[in-house]
């Protein structure tokens, strides 16, 4: 005859796995909070890095760039028009616009960039200056507020606002910055229009 035992958790047990499922919901929370904040990071990356690779292929193409709204008419709920003219929706991860600046010089359509020997937009990358800058694409990061005018600074770098057509917040700085050069563009352009025009001519 077999006799069965009932099991059951004292109070002392129960409490200690109370707290084990509570540090364990506590634990996911805030690594569900991280990878969703890298996540957004990175998805705002490659928003910039793909409308820097569309702008770029404009410039390639055709020789000059489309140009920029004024940048005081900066709309955080309504992307620059040239955004939409190279193909991409110039939005980041966090349903911000994001921001492009344009040399003047690029934008003229009926001066090649082949011919162009600098340009009036220079930046500072980190203290280094940058000179003959084509155009920066910029998104405003995690924090929903763009710090950047024509100065970037590293990341995390504390009470930082330079733009002021934004939220005028100065915090952490958290923008994600990419730019070409003039000197960047014109040996993919020349090399095509070179290219282009034999093909043309065979």
């Not at 890095?49 to 709920?77: H, M, T």
């Not at 309504?78 to 921001?99: C, E, H, T």
């Not at 203290?127 to 710090?147: M, T, V």
């Amino acid at each position: 005859m077999k006799i069965s035992k009932n099991f059951a958790f004292t109070l002392v047990e129960f409490a200690i796995i109370l707290v084990v499922i509570g540090l364990l919901i506590g634990l996911g929370a805030t690594l569900i909070g991280t990878l969703t904040k890298r996540t957004k990071y990175t998805e705002s990356k490659e928003a910039v890095k793909r409308a820097v690779e569309a702008f770029k292929g404009y410039g390639i193409r055709f020789g000059y760039l489309p140009p920029a709204r004024p940048i005081n008419n900066y709309n955080p709920s309504s992307p620059d028009p040239s955004f939409n003219q190279v193909g991409v929706n110039g939005f980041d991860a966090q349903g911000k616009a994001l921001l492009y600046i344009v040399s003047s010089e690029l934008t003229n359509n009926s001066t090649d960039l082949c011919s162009l020997n600098s340009t009036s937009l220079s930046i500072t990358d980190k203290g280094q200056p940058k000179n003959n800058i084509a155009f920066i694409i910029i998104s405003g990061g995690l924090n929903f507020n763009i710090q950047t005018n024509t100065a970037i600074y590293p990341q995390g770098q504390n009470n930082v606002d330079d733009f002021p057509y934004d939220f005028t917040r100065p915090e952490e700085y958290d923008d994600i910055v990419d730019y070409v050069s003039l000197f960047e563009l014109q040996q993919q352009r020349c090399s095509y229009a070179t290219s282009s025009h034999l093909f043309a001519h065979l």
